[in-house]
């Protein structure tokens, strides 16, 4: 009976030799490179997307490794500008940029194409330890390019992902060579896996210690009489010991040589050994961060974050995040495989897999991750690509093998018509993933023209100044105009967006206000002891302690400043319109009780057609000029004004404004070269990005332009 299962799940295995599985590596990189090159060269041919004849990068958090590797190539940063010049990817990026002949626009956009692709190395050695090397080839072939792995290592993606999956492929390899070989050095191997997959990913502990655990329940139920496998596993209990790489690494590499001269006589001291680490691996908290993620993804506290230690009761930034969602089947089931069909076929696969193989099962925390998608957003997804393309691969040749052998008429005679039939499988494998590709076009995070106004703003501003933008901007600011932010990509909970969304949605008078504040409360708050958010800082200051109380002084023409220590921008896209309304909800709250408020009418109507005095925006919705009304079905709302605005041949803006005298309604933007129709009630027609980026109507005693294009704009506050 068990002779007959195993026959069952067998595959023919094959290992090649050394020359001929370099080969195939080159191969399985190459193309998972040269694919990853077709979005380069698509978007080689927009010049919007050039910066320096060279393609920007598509993730914005890429500027903040890049403002890190500029950094260190400088050899100096300020104080608090938070540039991360101590992360491990922007001293690599430093210095690659240092070795290679290429510009620095061209190491990074390459980098995650060229490091991602790695992955198929640890893929090809797992097939091979198997001696399934053509397993290995075909998941290569696959893992290098499904759709979430590509999509967080394409080219341009320039962010830490392009090692994330590869370094735990690697630990996963060095685990199963281990345990197949047996030998120490695979132990020391997995243990140096796991410390620098930790040192690039701080967020790695969790996946390595599901690792450690994985690697004591294969030991209790496959081969628990084996003291090898014990040793394995004090090795991997050392590398997750907080202690930092260096002395991880130094203890793993004592116990390697204390094993290794000890030979049985050390072995004896393996269970005491294991003990103590086991110990000391509770002791210091080694289990904390598993059930900080559980908390945080699963139960997903939705008070997160940025309320600080006072009363005040900010926008909880989470509620925003569509990431941590769940996701239909469909979706998740695509991005692991490419298609629900070849999910479903993937898991079979990789459960014939590990039942042939037990040491397969080595794979599941990763699997585990990968499913947890299901609930705690398409990020893990990712996680799952490599078991399940190992998965893919040994169905395929499974099926081959089976297939050939009906064909070829004796079944192991086959071989070649086998390789042949398994690369067929292989292409219709790999035809959703590479269709996905050729439609994933994603532009670059910033166009060439706002470029060119950061890197003016860069010529203009100190590095010491702060520039006012929401948080979305923040990275790709300070990466080209090398100055301060208020809020970017990593530092955007709902207490520190609350004021820059207060100054981008309010009037002139008391956005300034807010500017100058929160520009001088931000800088202070790195060096002194304050407790609390900015807001509930400038509060106790002023001596007041009702936040509405605050809110309307600000606008109130008396008002005292505290002194001035840098220049503060503005720095506001025309991109930013789409999420106006979005900003705005960040700052249009009860803080006392965080219930939303009224939020502004904020209307864009980008479709609409001029007919006479009327502008039509649908079947029964439509503006009448001359009679100042705007219909909408049955309901007829009278318009205050409407502003016209068109750009002239130098690029200066020209405004035409026309009031409808006695009328309290709706104020109507009609922005020609934009071919947008803006439809706002008072307040947002009064808010400063209104007035400074649509009608450039500055008020000459607070804001003084500084930079005027039609896709973005700049401000330099006055006081
Ligand atoms: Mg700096």
Redesign the pocket.
């Known amino acids: 009976m068990k002779n007959r299962e195993s026959e069952f799940l067998k595959v023919e295995e094959g290992r090649f030799s050394t020359g001929t599985f370099v080969l195939l590596l080159l191969i399985a990189y190459s193309f998972a490179v040269a694919v990853r090159y077709l979005w380069i060269h698509w978007a080689g041919t927009h010049p919007e997307f050039l910066w320096h004849g060279q393609v920007m990068i598509n993730t914005n958090d890429g500027y903040y490794w890049a403002?890190g590797a500029r950094?260190i190539l400088a050899g100096h940063?300020?104080p608090h500008?938070l540039?991360p010049v101590e992360a491990p990817l922007a001293i690599l990026t430093a210095w690659l940029a240092r070795v290679l002949p290429f510009s620095f626009e061209t190491i990074i956009l390459w980098m995650p194409a060229l490091f991602g692709s790695l992955l198929v190395v640890p893929m090809m050695l797992i097939g091979r330890v198997l001696r399934l090397d053509w397993v290995g080839f075909l998941a290569a072939m696959l893992a290098g390019i499904v759709w979430s792995y590509y999509n967080r290592t394409m080219a341009g993606y320039y962010d830490t992902d392009m090692l994330t999956i590869v370094l735990p492929t690697f630990v996963l390899y060095g685990m199963i060579k281990a345990v197949v070989s047996q030998k120490n050095r695979y132990m020391i191997l997995t243990a140096f896996m796991m410390l620098f997959y930790t040192w690039w990913y701080p967020a790695a502990e969790p996946l390595n210690t599901a690792f450690a655990a994985i690697v004591l329940i294969y030991t209790l139920i496959f081969d628990r009489k084996n003291p090898y496998l014990y040793k394995l596993l004090l090795f991997m209990l050392v590398a997750l010991l907080p202690l930092g790489w260096m002395v991880d690494g130094g203890l793993a590499t004592g116990l390697y040589l204390f094993f290794h001269f000890g030979k049985q006589k050390a072995d004896r001291l393996i269970f005491p050994l294991l003990l103590i680490a086991a110990a000391a691996f509770v002791g210091m908290g080694g289990l904390d961060p598993i059930w900080f993620q559980i908390r945080g993804y699963l139960f997903r506290e939705s008070v997160a974050g940025g309320t600080g230690t006072s009363d005040l009761h900010f926008y909880a930034v989470s509620k925003t995040v569509r990431e941590a969602g769940k996701i239909p089947f469909e979706i998740f089931a695509d991005r692991i495989s490419g298609d629900p069909v070849l999910f479903v076929l993937s898991l079979i696969g990789y459960l014939l897999f590990a039942l042939r193989y037990p040491v397969m099962w080595l794979a599941l925390p990763m699997m585990g991750l990968g499913f947890l998608a299901m609930k705690g957003g398409l990020r893990f997804t990712v996680y799952a690509v490599p078991p399940m393309a190992l998965g893919m691969g040994y169905a395929t040749v499974w099926f081959s093998q089976r297939l050939a052998g009906v064909l070829a008429g004796e079944r192991w005679q086959g071989q070649r018509v086998a390789r042949f039939l398994s690369l067929l499988i292989l292409a219709a494998v790999l035809y959703p993933n590479i269709r996905h590709i050729s439609d994933y076009k994603v532009p670059t995070v910033f166009s060439k023209p706002e470029v060119e106004v950061l890197d003016r703003l860069k010529k203009i501003a100190q590095?010491e100044d702060y520039v006012l933008a929401w948080w979305d901007y923040g990275y790709p600011i300070?990466y080209y105009s090398?100055?301060?932010t208020l809020i970017d990509g990593g530092k955007h909970s709902g207490d520190v967006n609350f004021p820059v969304s207060f100054a981008l949605t309010r009037p002139q008078l008391a956005s300034a206000r807010m500017a100058r504040l929160d520009t001088e409360y931000t800088e202070q708050a790195y060096t002194t002891q304050k407790s609390g958010s900015y807001l509930a800082m400038m509060m106790r200051d002023y001596n007041l302690t009702d936040p509405e109380e605050f809110l309307i002084a600000l606008g109130q023409p008396i008002f005292k400043l505290p002194s001035r220590s840098r220049n503060v921008y503005y720095y506001l896209p025309y991109r930013m319109m789409g999420i106006y309304p979005t900003i705005e909800f960040f700052s249009r709250l009860d803080l006392k009780t965080g219930t939303p408020s009224r939020q502004s009418t904020f209307y864009q109507i980008n479709r609409f057609a001029r007919k006479g005095n009327l502008i039509i925006f649908g079947q029964d919705a439509f503006v009448d000029l001359k009679s100042g009304t705007v219909t909408s079905g049955k309901k007829h709302l009278p318009l205050s004004l409407i502003a016209v605005t068109q750009y002239d041949a130098n690029g200066k803006l020209h405004k035409k404004i026309k009031r409808y005298p006695g009328k309290e309604g709706l104020y109507l933007i009609d922005m020609r070269d934009y071919h947008k129709i803006l439809l706002l009630d008072e307040r947002a027609y009064r808010s400063a990005y209104v007035q400074l980026f649509v009608l450039e109507n500055n008020d000459p005693d607070l804001f003084e332009p500084v930079i005027l294009t039609p896709m973005a704009k700049v401000y330099r506050l006055k006081k």
């Open positions: 403002e950094d940063h300020q500008d540039s590095r300070r090398d100055v301060k």
